[in-house]
């Protein structure tokens, strides 16, 4: 039996229903040449399209094979998902006495159904959309009889979404999955920094933000974290009464000893630990990089070279020390001197409060995005086309502002999530309006950062 073809055309991305539909009914067959279709073959890994580039798996990988491993072959020495709570609207909110209304009426309505199937008074749950959401993990530890009870140490603010902080409660009762989060972050007072990139299987191009805070899983798309340090529990007898929090853990470097010797080899004896971070922080922004292996991207989590000059690596060092003080310290950022807030040069006066409440920001026109309504008082206008160039995790960081700084009431749970409750917690009313300038200038700094990156022939 003749073994059967496989053809294929890429037509583009972008198109319309209409104009894809237009394509196939011109081409009428296959055989057509105007088609130019080309025959598939499948690689050695079975990719039949967007096949990877086979230089990728020579590169050094990010993550290692077996996490907290000190003799891996890898930069970093362990990993992990962001947060997945499964019940993000009950675990999240703008507001810190919102969330905590929500914790307790979700950990009583939990309580309940635990005293009614211990009686025996009911065989599962009731499904309660206002009071709960019964995951499988409720499941389970409802079977186990186990009872909640709040934590007030496990309130913490998180990183929900690019330049998006939010109020968190990170118990494991109300969390779905934590993953290894609580050993990068066991404390309050504990630091950390943390590189969050895609996770596999994300139909987005490849991206990249830093945290100093617990981040969501989908800060970036099914997001993996590669932090700078791990943290171990002390056991208790190691410990004095006079230790603080930060000594009750032993902290351990996660870049690993094999990436910071392989570095000093090609770089030099002062090349340390934070170094090899940064480099990673900053040849990740690559546009090069990114292209040549964005099908291995989409596919696996990076690798990535020690590049061959010491002068690109310092370079691409140096930068991902500016992209991270960026990133991390988006909210101090001075707004750009172009931009106009009501038709006039901005200056950081103190609008009245009555003004400051936002709903919904929008574009003034759908093609028009040098001008942001911010609401019925305040338009930010002449922003610079090159801020929108700056794209995390799908969209331009502008448009996550302006997408989640809003007042939004979950349809099943009835629970309000108020933006401006943020502002107002933190007694910084016009906290929304400087954020949003703030990132702006973020934008296009970070776009002048990664566009002076060292150019690398990766083929």
Same mark, same amino acid.
């Given at each position: 039996?003749?073994?059967?073809?496989?053809?294929?055309?890429?037509?583009?991305?972008?198109? *319309?229903?209409?104009?894809?539909?237009?394509?196939?009914?011109?081409?009428?067959?296959?055989?057509?040449?105007?088609?130019?279709?080309?025959?598939?073959?499948?690689?050695?890994?079975?990719?039949?399209?967007?096949?990877?580039?086979?230089?990728?798996?020579?590169?050094?990988?990010?993550?290692?094979?077996?996490?907290?491993?000190?003799?891996?072959?890898?930069?970093?020495?362990?990993?992990?998902?962001?947060?997945? *709570? !499964?019940?993000?609207?009950?675990?999240?909110?703008?507001?810190?006495?919102?969330?905590?209304?929500?914790?307790?009426?979700?950990?009583?309505?939990? !309580?309940?159904?635990?005293?009614?199937?211990?009686?025996?008074?009911?065989?599962?749950?009731?499904?309660?959309?206002?009071?709960?959401?019964?995951?499988?993990?409720?499941?389970?530890?409802?079977?186990?009889?186990?009872?909640?009870?709040?934590?007030?140490?496990?309130?913490?603010?998180?990183?929900?979404?690019?330049?998006?902080?939010?109020?968190?409660?990170?118990?494991?009762?109300?969390?779905?999955?934590?993953?290894?989060?609580?050993?990068?972050?066991?404390?309050?007072?504990?630091?950390?920094?943390?590189?969050?990139?895609?996770?596999?299987?994300?139909?987005?191009?490849?991206?990249?933000?830093?945290?100093? =805070?617990?981040?969501?899983?989908?800060?970036?798309?099914?997001?993996?974290?590669?932090?700078?340090?791990?943290?171990?529990?002390?056991?208790?007898?190691?410990?004095?009464?006079?230790?603080?929090?930060?000594?009750?853990? =032993?902290?351990?470097?996660?870049?690993?000893?094999?990436?910071?010797?392989?570095?000093?080899?090609?770089?030099?004896?002062?090349?340390?630990?934070?170094?090899?971070?940064?480099?990673?922080?900053?040849?990740?922004? /690559?546009?090069?990089?990114?292209?040549?292996?964005?099908?291995?991207?989409?596919?696996?989590?990076?690798?990535?070279?020690?590049?061959?000059?010491?002068?690109?690596?310092?370079?691409?060092?140096?930068?991902?020390?500016?992209?991270?003080?960026?990133?991390?310290?988006?909210?101090?950022?001075?707004?750009?001197?172009?931009?106009?807030?009501?038709?006039?040069?901005?200056?950081?006066?103190?609008?009245?409060?009555?003004?400051?409440?936002?709903?919904?920001?929008?574009?003034?026109?759908?093609?028009?995005?040098?001008?942001?309504?911010?609401? /019925?008082? =305040?338009?930010? *206008?002449? =922003?610079?086309?090159?801020?929108?160039?700056?794209?995390?995790?799908?969209? *331009?960081?502008?448009?996550?502002?302006?997408?989640?700084?809003?007042?939004?009431?979950?349809?099943?749970?009835?629970?309000?999530?108020?933006?401006?409750?943020?502002?107002?917690?933190?007694?910084?009313?016009?906290?929304?309006?400087?954020?949003?300038?703030?990132?702006?200038?973020?934008?296009?700094?970070?776009?002048?950062?990664?566009?002076?990156?060292?150019?690398?022939?990766?083929?």
């Amino acid at each position: 039996m003749k073994k059967a073809a496989i053809f294929y055309k890429d037509i583009g991305d972008y198109l *319309s229903r209409e104009e894809k539909l237009k394509i196939v009914s011109e081409g009428r067959s296959i055989l057509n040449p105007a088609l130019n279709m080309s025959q598939l073959k499948p690689n050695e890994h079975g990719d039949w399209i967007n096949k990877r580039n086979l230089k990728f798996d020579k590169f050094i990988p990010l993550a290692p094979d077996k996490k907290f491993d000190n003799k891996t072959l890898s930069y970093f020495s362990t990993y992990a998902f962001g947060l997945s *709570s !499964n019940r993000d609207i009950w675990v999240y909110n703008f507001s810190d006495k919102e969330l905590r209304k929500n914790i307790k009426k979700t950990i009583s309505h939990y !309580n309940e159904q635990l005293m009614l199937f211990v009686s025996g008074k009911i065989n599962e749950p009731l499904y309660d959309s206002t009071k709960g959401n019964w995951t499988r993990d409720w499941k389970k530890q409802l079977r186990r009889k186990s009872k909640f009870k709040e934590n007030q140490n496990e309130y913490k603010v998180a990183l929900y979404r690019p330049f998006i902080r939010q109020k968190l409660y990170f118990d494991e009762d109300l969390n779905e999955e934590r993953y290894q989060l609580p050993r990068l972050f066991p404390e309050n007072d504990i630091s950390n920094l943390l590189i969050s990139v895609s996770g596999t299987g994300s139909n987005k191009e490849f991206s990249i933000i830093i945290t100093d =805070i617990l981040p969501d899983i989908q800060l970036q798309t099914n997001g993996q974290c590669f932090p700078l340090y791990w943290y171990e529990k002390k056991d208790k007898d190691q410990n004095s009464l006079f230790e603080q929090a930060e000594d009750e853990y =032993i902290r351990h470097d996660a870049i690993s000893d094999f990436i910071l010797e392989r570095a000093k080899t090609l770089y030099g004896n002062k090349v340390n630990k934070k170094d090899i971070f940064y480099y990673v922080y900053g040849l990740l922004h /690559s546009p090069d990089y990114r292209k040549t292996f964005a099908n291995d991207l989409k596919k696996m989590l990076p690798r990535l070279p020690l590049v061959e000059k010491p002068a690109d690596f310092w370079a691409f060092c140096e930068a991902g020390k500016k992209l991270a003080d960026l990133h991390l310290n988006y909210e101090e950022q001075e707004p750009l001197k172009e931009i106009h807030v009501n038709g006039k040069p901005y200056s950081r006066k103190p609008y009245p409060a009555s003004q400051l409440t936002v709903n919904k920001m929008t574009f003034h026109s759908k093609n028009a995005k040098d001008t942001i309504i911010f609401n /019925s008082h =305040i338009t930010i *206008s002449n =922003i610079p086309a090159k801020a929108y160039e700056y794209i995390v995790n799908g969209k *331009s960081a502008i448009e996550w502002v302006m997408e989640r700084y809003a007042v939004t009431t979950h349809k099943e749970s009835g629970i309000k999530n108020d933006s401006n409750d943020w502002a107002n917690e933190h007694n910084h009313p016009q906290y929304i309006l400087d954020l949003l300038l703030s990132v702006i200038t973020v934008s296009v700094e970070t776009v002048d950062i990664v566009a002076e990156l060292p150019k690398v022939e990766w083929e």
